[in-house]
């Protein structure tokens, strides 16, 4: 048995394994803007303003080839750092602090200051009467915090 078509093999099954999921960070909370054209922006819809709240580090996008969360790629926000969210976690407290970055929501119930949130509004205006949004609602900290 030859061994180079096993050392290929397992090199293509670990590339594989190890880039599921790519999430890369905005980094600049002024490219918003692009983001939301790149991942919102589809036929019939006039976008006329977008505004985000949250760290820059909050708000990225990612390349999930296998479709892991049911979409080829789009756009992710995070309480915590968006590059970490393909990473394995190995414990509870894996996230991001970002202690300096407070702000109030009056579209919230609770009336309380909002700590490492991460809010997308995009006013849009539609050109037909029916609209769809498809997402998906990830967390690894549901755990810790429910019911408390």
Not at 137 to 144: A, I, V
């Amino acid at each position: 048995m030859q061994k180079t078509p096993l050392l290929i093999w397992f090199v293509l099954f670990a590339l594989t394994v190890s880039a599921q999921i790519k999430v890369s960070e905005l980094g600049d909370v002024k490219k918003v803007n692009a983001l939301v054209k790149n991942y919102f922006l589809g036929d019939g819809i006039q976008i006329t303003k977008v505004r985000y709240k949250g760290h820059a580090e909050a708000i990225g996008s990612f390349i999930d080839n296998n479709r892991l969360t049911g979409f080829s790629k789009g756009l992710v926000l995070s309480t915590g750092r968006v590059e970490l969210i393909a990473c394995n976690n190995s414990r509870p407290n894996a996230g991001a602090n970002f202690a300096d970055h407070f702000f109030f929501d009056e579209d919230l119930l609770t009336k309380a200051n909002q700590c490492d949130g991460a809010v997308l509004e995009i006013d849009f205006i539609p050109e037909s009467d029916s609209l769809c949004f498809a997402f998906v609602f990830g967390s690894e900290e549901y755990p810790e915090f429910v019911g408390k």
